[in-house]
């Protein structure tokens, strides 16, 4: 899932993408600008999504997938799948942010109180949103929905609409769980209300519990919101396009989709992270690992990984992927290689005898010495050249000043006919582009026109909801979180 805004400001500005980086699926590019207090304006979007979707769940009967990432165990009985429901009646100081009783389509940022380990990546700030999901990402934006983010049940939830709906979460230090209270669709506000719960544990596990649906997962209308149950990350590149302007690109690495056929009250989606190459924090066991990753040390960044994580820039900027660069032996861990002894400072005396002096007289016909400090500098008198002076090169100095002349004025007219070729050969193909522009457009059906058409068509076709729903939150500009 990718998308692209480009951020105004003073300094610089920025532009959000987000793909995959592995398939070439449809792509879908948007046309639509936002208001200008907010100082961003979206660009395109693009999709290229690499996905794990749970497998077909068979009622009643417990289903496990391996997500590569993750591991998701589908709970369909009820009585196991209400005991890790949360009361949170039992909970210490709850909290109900009036934000998101009041509004649609708004986040709240929440602080844990543990690191959670989200992909490898310790992450302590999130978003909760009116949407049925938690966003997880390292910045802040607009587009919430697009990726990195938990989701127990993504829809188009407004608890606006009634008095009794409402968000509310809590943290007891290993656990911090998000609980939507009789919420209602906006689409479908008289088809009954939604209850259900995410829960972060602090070993890694994501709890997604169902307590009241209205209606099944594939009922809910998805028209004007993504209809998401599932976890996904990305990883970020920044480019420069000039002094002023800079790229963010945000590219979706890996996602996990569970099954809406299925999603019934008193059911339980239970995901278990798996082992990955960033907790490992020393080249040893980084290259010890025996996982279902490729691990490699970089000793450049000192960490290791498989290429694919939120750090996957620094990874490629310091060229950690090169043979040459990483290390997945352990023998080949700086701490585990013998520290070679330095060879013995050889004498400099016997050098230092053969230094050139001035006291030695080398500077011949009346040529001025200039001592250095491993030689010496000879300033021939006129008529005279070589490194001693040794050499008679003919009567006196000449005026050189009109060649000097000449050949300034000859390398400035090369300068000037090279600048013009550039200019040409770049007015030539503007112009040539031009032409083949005009005449594909007003020629539909020719090879030109159908390429034209394919092109346009890639920028402007129709639009992936799940990156233009929008989402307020209090902090609306970009910020590291």
């Known amino acids: 899932m990718a998308f692209d805004l480009v951020f105004w400001s003073s300094l610089f500005f920025f532009s959000f993408s987000c793909c995959s980086a592995l398939s070439n699926e449809d792509a879908y590019k948007i046309d639509e600008s936002i208001s200008l207090n907010e100082q961003m304006e979206l660009n395109d979007i693009h999709s290229q999504t690499r996905r794990s ?184 590149n920044d480019t420069s396009i000039n002094s002023f302007l800079k790229r963010r690109t945000i590219y979706e690495y890996h996602r996990v989709d569970l099954s809406l056929q299925q999603l019934r009250e ?29 691990c490699t040390w970089c000793e450049a960044v000192k960490r290791c990984s498989n290429g694919f994580d939120r750090f996957r820039q620094e990874w490629y900027s310091n060229k950690c992927y090169k043979d040459t660069n990483f290390i997945n032996m352990v023998h080949e861990c700086p701490s ?11 004498s400099t005396k016997k050098k230092m005898s053969n230094i050139l002096s001035c006291n030695n007289n080398l500077c011949a016909n009346n040529a001025k010495c200039k001592q250095l400090a491993n030689d010496i500098l000879c300033t021939c008198a006129e008529g005279y050249v070589g ?3 040794e050499k008679f090169s003919g009567p006196v100095k000449q005026d050189l000043s009109h060649y000097k002349k000449q050949e300034s004025s000859t390398e400035t007219s090369h300068r000037a006919v090279g600048i013009w070729a550039i200019v040409f050969i770049l007015f030539t193909l503007v112009f040539a582009f031009s032409v083949w522009v005009v005449y594909a457009y007003k020629h539909p059906t020719s090879k030109s026109g159908i390429l034209l058409i394919e092109i346009r068509h890639m920028k402007f076709s129709s639009r992936e909801s799940s990156v233009g729903v929008k989402y307020h939150h209090p902090d609306e500009e970009i910020d590291h979180i």
């Not at 989606?269 to 490729?294: G, Q, R, V």
């Open 53 to 236: 979707t749970s497998s077909e769940i068979v009622q009643n009967q417990t289903v496990i997938d391996d997500h590569n990432y993750y591991i998701s165990h589908f709970i369909p009985e009820p009585s196991e799948a209400m005991s890790y429901w949360v009361d949170f009646d039992l909970l210490n100081q709850p909290i109900t942010p009036q934000q998101l009783a009041t509004n649609h389509r708004q986040a709240v940022p929440a602080r844990l109180t543990f690191s959670f380990p989200f992909y490898g990546h310790m992450v302590k700030n999130v978003l909760i949103t009116t949407g049925g999901f938690v966003y997880i990402g390292d910045y802040y934006h607009k587009y919430l929905a697009a990726t990195q983010y938990i989701a127990p049940l993504m829809a188009n939830f407004d608890p606006s609409i009634h008095t009794d709906s409402m968000i509310r979460y809590g943290d007891n230090g290993t656990r911090f769980t998000v609980e939507w209270n009789q919420v209602h669709l906006k689409d479908r506000p008289g088809v009954g209300n939604f209850t259900f719960q995410v829960s972060l544990l602090s070993d890694g596990r994501i709890i997604f519990v169902y307590r009241k649906l209205a209606v099944s997962g594939s009922e809910i209308p998805s028209e004007s919101h993504p209809v998401k149950v599932g976890i996904t990350d990305a990883y970020y």
């Open 336 to 346: 585990s290689q013998k520290m070679s002894t330095p060879e013995p400072i050889k």
């Open 387 to 389: 490194k001693y002076c």
């Open 266 to 294: 008193q059911t339980a989606f239970h995901l278990t992270p798996k082992k990955t190459c960033n907790m490992y924090d020393t080249c040893e066991a980084c290259a010890e690992s025996n996982i279902n990753f490729s």
